[in-house]
């Protein structure tokens, strides 16, 4: 009895006019038609869930933020998300080594050549004097000594330390038991100090030294060679000791361009019958020749910078006579003590630049005309 009245009642209002005019009566009914029609929550079917949407919240508005492009650094004006950069910023990296360069090497060119233009001594400034050092130097018979000497040394030094250490790197090339050895022991004196490098062969070439000692036992000279109290002999001496310093120094040069070279190209040479000599000059010669032409160049401005050798050898005054001075050992003694003439020293300084200079140059012209 209960279920039959509540489903009449429910037909009857579900069948109730919605579109009555205003009044209690029929606003009712239109709210509780449509109610019942759209399944609200004031009057739920317990046999048919609701279906109604919530209403979703209003989305705000969006706001772009607009990046400086000078602030960035790019020229799109989106946000990358990466941090603020500088148009200087790379500049900052390089600051420490461009001081460096410009505190020890280019303000001290500059220094000099203008001391060189002056008759400054080290006690007192100088005065301009255009080019007169430059003219003095070039009428100064000690100066074309030293020249001469250092051109000499150039001379002898630079084929040595050119073809000695191909042929050593050639030898210890070779993969056989115990030659990490002789690698060590050839490189042993690049890595020695000159000064102690010197004192050796000091004692090795003086009168009562190794060598006369031997050469007298063996009665292969009468009296003791002059290693060390002849100009020529000495500025030889000192030769020997920067070749046998330099051998090491380039052979590992010289390892590094061979291990560059195939090895197909020897046992093709080897197939034909070329033998070991002629592998080594039509094979290992022409592949190196860039290295070549590296070491001499190298090897030349060390000559002409050559000083130690000298010094230690010869003593201060640079051989019997100042005979076995070089340009260093020239400007060195022109330009020390208390009446050192600093302007002089720095013009001659300056004329063994153009001299450095004019070999580089030539080694760069030769491997210029090799590549074409």
């Known amino acids: 009895m ?6 009449s009642k429910r037909t009857k209002r579900t069948t109730a006019p919605s579109g009555s005019g205003p ?3 029929s606003g009712f009914g239109s709210a509780s038609g449509s109610a019942s029609c759209s399944g609200s929550p004031s009057d739920p079917d317990p046999a048919q869930p609701s279906s109604a949407p919530s209403p979703s919240p209003t989305p705000a508005p969006r706001t772009t933020r607009r990046i400086n492009p000078r602030r960035t650094g790019t020229g799109t004006g989106t946000d990358t998300g990466l941090p603020h950069r500088r148009w200087w910023t790379p500049y900052l990296f390089l600051l420490p080594g461009l001081v460096m360069v410009v505190l020890f090497s280019l303000w001290p060119f500059v220094n000099t050549v203008i001391l060189s233009l002056t008759d400054a001594q080290i006690l007192r400034g100088g005065r301009f004097v255009g080019l007169e050092n430059y003219g003095r130097a070039l009428d100064d018979p000690d100066f074309w000594t030293a020249t ?6 150039l001379a002898v030094v630079v084929p040595c330390l050119v073809l000695l250490p191909l042929a050593l790197a050639v030898l210890v090339q070779r993969k056989v038991p115990g030659i990490g050895f002789f690698r060590s022991a050839f490189y042993t004196p690049v890595i020695a100090s000159a000064v102690v490098v010197g004192l050796i062969w000091q004692w090795v070439l003086r009168s009562d030294g190794l060598v006369n000692t031997v050469f007298e036992k063996l009665h292969l000279i009468s009296g003791p060679v002059p290693f060390l109290t002849d100009s020529s002999m000495l500025l030889v001496s000192a030769m020997i000791v920067t070749i046998w310093k330099g051998l090491g120094y380039y052979m590992v040069f010289y ?7 195939p090895a197909s190209l020897y046992e093709a040479a080897a197939l034909d019958g ?3 000599v002629r592998r080594f000059l039509s094979i290992t010669i022409p592949s190196v020749k860039p290295m070549m032409l590296l070491v001499g160049t190298l090897s030349a401005i060390s000559a002409l910078r050559v000083f130690t050798e000298i010094y230690i050898l010869g003593g201060e005054s ?3 006579g100042g005979g076995a001075r070089t340009l260093p050992f020239l400007i060195r003694q022109v330009g020390l003590g208390f009446a050192g003439e600093t302007g002089y020293a720095a013009a001659v300084s300056i004329l063994l630049f153009l001299l450095t200079l004019a070999f580089s140059l030539l080694g760069h012209r030769l491997s210029k005309g090799d590549e074409q």
């Open 2 to 7: 209960t279920s039959g009245t509540t489903r």
């Open 23 to 25: 009044g209690p009566g």
């Open 148 to 153: 001469v000497n250092s051109v000499v040394y």
């Open 255 to 261: 390892l590094a361009a061979l291990g560059n070279v």
């Open 274 to 276: 070329a033998g070991a």
């Open 318 to 320: 640079g051989g019997p």
